[in-house]
């Protein structure tokens, strides 16, 4: 104990000149952190005056936050007395071990430049992306956030995103409805085609143009399907869709055309 308390009266100096300099290195990092914080707020506030579309201001202040930030960091050392150049060459070995070893997590990055660059889609359009639908929130550094219809949210790795097909349904204003209906093979097939005509001129919401088509689309095995393709403005898509499924059915019970059940015929022989 006298030992260490000897040292510590010899090097006063030292330590004094040390602690100072490990105390400037947090005030660093505390104003760095503060400062990366307040030029991607102020950043951000302005791409919104701009328009810029929510996903892009996300990913961008969050690649601007961490450039600061690791700028922050690499002052902080050299205060404290890291050679700094030495520093970043073994960081960028260890960068390169890193990454090797973290190869999802660069194509997630990659990925997310891609998104931001070629824009698929943009915060608040409703996508199919990943294998998950659901409508766009923001686009981080490593995944998309997207919320469904049902309120849960879901983190779509970029990489994830990039390798597979992207479905946008809010890109266009129009939509077309795709109905398959079914009838039995005794039903009249112009009655069956003035009935479903008819339930399609009663919904308003439907487009002129283009024009809606009904077609006999195919001869399966229990029923004859038809095809009944109207256009709607893509925000009342769901709401035609089920409308028109409904009011279908009604007016084909009303008019007495059947709607077969899968059957099977069993044709049995007695031996003689």
Excluded: C
Aim: proline letters at 3%; hydrophobic letters at 45%.
């Amino acid at each position: 104990m006298d030992q260490v308390i000897t040292w510590i009266s010899e090097n006063q100096e030292l330590i004094l000149s040390y602690t100072v300099k490990f105390i400037v290195a947090i005030i660093i990092l505390i104003v760095g952190k503060m400062i990366a914080n307040s030029v991607a707020k102020m950043m951000s506030k302005g791409m919104e005056k701009r328009g810029t579309d929510k996903a892009v201001i996300s990913f961008l202040s969050a690649i601007v936050k961490s450039v600061i930030f690791i700028a922050a960091v690499l002052m902080a050392l050299s205060q404290v007395g890291v050679e700094t150049t030495s520093f970043i060459a073994i960081l960028g070995a260890a960068g390169l071990a890193i990454g090797l070893s973290l190869q999802g997590s660069l194509s997630n990055i990659a990925s997310g430049v891609l998104i931001i660059l070629f824009r698929p889609f943009r915060a608040g359009e409703y996508v199919d992306v990943g294998g998950v639908s659901g409508t766009v929130n923001e686009v981080n550094i490593f995944n998309t956030v997207l919320k469904t219809p049902d309120n849960k949210v879901v983190f779509v790795p970029n990489a994830q995103i990039t390798s597979q097909p992207i479905t946008n349904f809010s890109r266009e204003d129009t939509r077309r409805v795709d109905l398959l209906i079914g009838v039995s093979y005794d039903a009249d097939l112009h009655k069956t085609k003035e009935v479903l005509e008819s339930v399609l001129a009663a919904e308003s919401r439907l487009l002129k143009e283009p024009a809606w088509n009904i077609q006999v689309h195919a001869l399966n095995n229990s029923s004859v399907d038809f095809i009944v393709r109207p256009w709607v403005k893509s925000t009342d898509y769901w709401g035609v869709y089920w409308s028109l499924m409904r009011e279908i059915k009604i007016a084909l019970d009303n008019n007495g055309i059947g709607i077969p059940y899968p059957q099977m015929d069993v044709h049995l022989h007695k031996p003689e």
